[in-house]
């Protein structure tokens, strides 16, 4: 009779005889032992009995293990023939579906294991009166059960990943419905796609998306970085491929997008990433509408290739509207500034002096300050920028702003190349 997988037995016959004799009776018993050692291996193992489904589950894996087992032994079977009964493997899925550790559910199989040397090896003397005997029955019978144990537990381990990869798989399919659903506007169980997200779709609902042109870069780390200085400490996160990741956060109030509020953030992440987030937005129409600017972002990032980590669509919303037609774009620029749409150094100085003054409503000390240069400084450029413009900056005001905002947006996108200065 074999005794381990691999191994001949070469016990003595009486020992053979005897040990088919005790699991015999034991086989008699099988359902007794089986609630017995259900209740023991509750006492070590709660969580096998965590609901009525479970709990039915675990006692079916007692009795299926116990009599396999046994029933092996009797009929001289070798354990390396052994394989996890149905109800084992059915266990095995239970626990992976309820999400405890593949470390709970082998437990299982050690307090099994106990169990069996505890209180039914310790009995095989009231069934065998010579003490010898005994003896060896207690031993071949204790390797038995380890080698069946082994076997079996590997390939219900076995079962529980490939559940568990299951489960995953199909969680990852629903949220990727969900989010596909909610960006494209279609109507969907809001109820049911906050279950697939684990997000709330209420409040206010800020995008974000973080990209490289790496995949040795943990955008994950990045987007959970985002997510807290938005406010939240488990942001949704959506890989989109290796090299992107979508984000979304929810909370009861608007959170801060503008520049210097994103500065804690930008600090944090890597020189070669970049985050482009979306305008705050309220419910499930706020989590398509933030992700479709923090998307027209990116593109406006890439086109650019703008060097700050972090931009904010607010930041860039007026050179989005203006620069889905690049040439018209180019021509707009062109038309409003003038000589100082070419691409040089001097041209941007004095572009960035304009817009400067601009956005002071006016006032030379303020754009100054922003520039870090002197008042006078400020006032020469102006005054070059106007000169290469052909009119002053108080005519068609609203236009030669709008113009150079899409300039310090978009750079050399939308500018004149100078190919006759040296």
């Not at 419910?283 to 980590?309: E, N, Y």
């Amino acid at each position: 009779m074999g005794a381990i997988a691999g191994e001949a037995a070469d016990l003595p016959e009486s020992v053979v005889a005897e040990m088919r004799r005790v699991v015999t009776d034991l086989l008699a018993d099988v359902s007794s032992y089986a609630d017995d050692m259900l209740g023991y291996i509750l006492e070590r193992v709660p969580q096998a009995g965590a609901d009525d489904e479970l709990r039915g589950l675990t006692l079916g894996s007692c009795s299926s293990n116990l009599e396999a087992a046994l029933s092996m032994i009797r009929h001289g079977i070798d354990v390396g023939a052994a394989t996890a009964p149905v109800t084992a493997l059915e266990h095995a899925r239970a626990m992976a579906a309820r999400g405890y550790s593949v470390d709970v559910m082998l437990r299982f199989y050690r307090m099994g294991h106990a169990y069996f040397s505890e209180r039914i090896l310790t009995g095989i003397t009231e069934l065998v009166p010579d003490p010898a005997l005994a003896l060896d029955v207690v031993d071949n019978l204790q390797r038995y059960a380890f080698g069946y144990i082994d076997r079996i537990s590997s390939e219900v381990a076995a079962e529980y990943v490939a559940e568990l990869d299951r489960i995953q798989i199909r969680a990852r399919a629903a949220r990727t419905d969900a989010v596909r659903g909610l960006i494209a506007g279609h109507r969907i169980d809001l109820g049911r796609a906050e279950r697939a997200l684990s997000h709330r779709l209420t409040g206010w609902q800020t995008a974000f998306i973080c990209w490289t042109g790496h995949d040795d870069i943990d955008l994950a780390r990045v987007g959970t970085t985002v997510g807290a200085r938005l406010g939240s400490t488990r942001p949704l996160l959506v890989p989109d491929g290796a090299q992107a990741l979508w984000g979304w956060v929810s909370t009861t109030g608007a959170p801060g997008v503008r520049p210097e509020e994103l500065a804690p953030p930008a600090d944090q992440i890597p020189d070669l990433v970049r985050v482009s987030i979306g305008t705050p937005a309220q419910g499930a129409g706020g989590f398509r509408d933030s992700h479709q600017q923090a998307q027209r972002g990116r593109r406006l990032v890439d086109l650019s290739d703008r060097a700050g980590p972090v931009t904010s669509y607010a930041e860039i919303a007026l050179a989005d509207t203006m620069s889905g037609d690049l040439d018209l774009a180019r021509a707009f620029v062109a038309t409003e500034l003038g000589a100082l749409a070419l691409d040089g150094r001097r041209e941007d100085e004095e572009r960035r002096a304009v817009l400067a003054v601009l956005d002071a409503q006016g006032g030379l000390a303020a754009a100054a300050d922003t520039l870090g240069v002197h008042r006078n400084t400020v006032l020469q450029r102006l005054r070059r920028a106007e000169d290469r413009r052909g009119h002053p900056a108080t005519v068609r005001v609203a236009e030669l702003h709008a113009a150079l905002r899409v300039v310090d947006v978009l750079g050399t996108v939308v500018l004149t190349p100078d190919s006759g200065r040296a």
